[in-house]
């Protein structure tokens, strides 16, 4: 069955930082979905990649699908503490990442 | 607030004992998905319910056993449950359950402890 990595499990930066999470399929995806889940929180829906080599912004967010659409890459400039938090990746299939977990030194 | 809202958002329990889960969506969505949050561990999904119809069991143990009345209600009836099965619920409902329409917007859970 398809199998999801998502890398790296955790990272710890400092405030101004840039950050990167990537996630690698076995199969070829459909699409692909992040979402984000505060400590204590619950997953929030960020952003939805549809096409080969789509690329997504929002503010200082950056989200690309790859070319083969087999990975996905969600990418943070200049961290604050607010983006601390799991950033999932979640297939389309209901099978989702196992996580990054981003902690922001201030 | 996702408009999805889930009771209790606390429950402790023990092995012997007989609970509910409920989730409720505001939202006019067709699919509604139970999933199991452990620490670190992926989310699970257990179950998928499109239109009222079950569509996916995770190969989820009989101790859990979902129940929808219908598209904006969601149960998952527990009993006789182990330790092991202490995690946070997340409740999650979609339009649809095809591509483009599998959006998820989750409940904030319910965090349940067996003792």
Redo the contacts between chains.
Sequence with gaps: GQQVMQIPQYQHVQEGEDFTTYCNSSTTLSNIQWYKQRPGGHPVFLIQLVKSGEVKKQKRLTFQFGEAKKNSSLHITATQTTDVGTYFCDTGKLIFGQGTTLQVKP | E?GVTQTPRHLVMGMTNKKSLKCEQHLGHNAM?WYKQSAK???E?MF?YNFKEQT?NNSVPSRFSPECPNSSHLFLHLHTLQPEDSALY?C?SSQGTR??K????????TRLSVL
């Excluded at chain 2, 599998?102 to 859970?109: K, L, S, T, W």
């Design positions: 996702t998905y561990k992926p989310l999904l998928v996916e997340l999650a591509l483009a599998n959006i998820q917007y989750f409940g904030a859970g």
